[in-house]
T-cell receptor, first 116, second 116 residues
Framework: ETGVTQTPRHLVMGMTNKKSLKCEQH?????MYWYKQSAKKPLELMFV???????ENNSVPSRFSPECPNSSHLFLHLHTLQPEDSALYLC???????????????FGAGTRLSVL | SQKIEQNSEALNIQEGKTATLTCNYT??????LQWYRQDPGRGPVFLLL?????KEKRKERLKVTFDTTLKQSLFHITASQPADSATYLC???????????????FGAGTRLAVHP
C-alpha cells in the first residue's frame, strides 16, 4: 500500500456520461496530482494542487474538471469524454511541490478508464 | 525540442546478471533525477533520487549514475531476480526558472524481463 487510494479501479463510460474519479491520500502530504498514462507513452501531468490551490493546468480539455476540497482528497470530474481519453488515470501526492525530497511522488493504483 | 529517451524495446536478461537501463535527455537541465518502478496495472513506485552534483547513488542492489555532461542517467540492478521484472521510469525534476514549483517530466519507461 502506497497510502494513496483511488476509486474506482475500472470505469467504462459512454461519451455522454458524467462520472468522477476519487483519490484519497493518508500520508499528510500537501500536494496532489492527476496524471494520464496512455499505452507506450510517458505519464502526462494534468493538474497539480498545492495546499488545495490549483497551481497547474497542463492545457487539459475542459471535459476534465478537477476538484480538491482539502489536502487529502482529490477528484476528477469527467463529462462528454472522447474515445481517445481512454487511459490509466493516476493520482499522486507529495510532501510538497518545490524541493527535491519533497517532490518524490506516491502514486495510487490508478483508474483504468474506457470511453465507448 | 525537449526529449527524454528510454529504451522502448524490452530488456531481457538472465537471473543473476546486472541489468542496465538508460535514460537520455536533451534540452533539459534537471536539478534532480528520479527513478520509479511500475508493475502492470499499478502506479509507479519511487526507487531512488540523485542530485545533479552527485555522480552515483546506491540502495541495496540498485545503483544510479547521473552525468549532466552526457545528459544521461544509468540505472543498474545487480544480481537481478525474476521479481525485478517491471517497467522502470526515469523522471527529470525540473527547478522552475521563475518561481513556482518543481515539475516531474517522465520518460516512457523501459520494460525489464529477468528470466530464471
Amino acid at each position: 500500500e502506497t497510502g494513496v487510494t483511488q476509486t474506482p479501479r475500472h470505469l467504462v463510460m459512454g461519451m455522454t456520461n458524467k462520472k468522477s474519479l476519487k483519490c484519497e491520500q493518508h500520508l499528510g502530504h500537501n500536494a496532489m496530482y492527476w496524471y494520464k498514462q496512455s499505452a507506450k507513452k510517458p505519464l502526462e501531468l494534468m493538474f497539480v494542487y498545492n495546499f488545495k490551490e490549483q497551481t497547474e493546468n497542463n492545457s487539459v480539455p475542459s471535459r476534465f474538471s478537477p476538484e480538491c476540497p482539502n489536502s487529502s482528497h482529490l477528484f476528477l470530474h469527467l463529462h462528454t469524454l472522447q474515445p481517445e481519453d481512454s487511459a490509466l488515470y493516476l493520482c499522486a501526492s507529495s510532501q510538497g511541490a518545490g524541493q527535491a525530497m519533497k517532490n518524490i511522488q506516491y502514486f495510487g493504483a490508478g483508474t483504468r478508464l474506457s470511453v465507448l | 525540442s525537449q526529449k527524454i529517451e528510454q529504451n522502448s524495446e524490452a530488456l531481457n536478461i538472465q537471473e543473476g546478471k546486472t541489468a542496465t537501463l538508460t535514460c537520455n535527455y536533451t534540452n533539459y537541465s534537471p536539478a534532480y533525477l528520479q527513478w520509479y518502478r511500475q508493475d502492470p496495472g499499478r502506479g509507479p513506485v519511487f526507487l531512488l533520487l540523485i542530485r545533479e552534483n552527485e555522480k552515483e547513488k546506491r540502495k541495496e542492489r540498485l545503483k544510479v549514475t547521473f552525468d549532466t555532461t552526457l545528459k544521461q542517467s544509468l540505472f543498474h540492478i545487480t544480481a537481478s531476480q525474476p521479481a525485478d521484472s517491471a517497467t522502470y521510469l526515469c523522471a527529470l525534476d525540473m527547478v522552475p526558472f521563475s518561481g513556482g514549483y518543481n515539475k516531474l517530466i517522465f520518460g516512457a519507461g523501459t520494460r525489464l524481463a529477468v528470466h530464471p
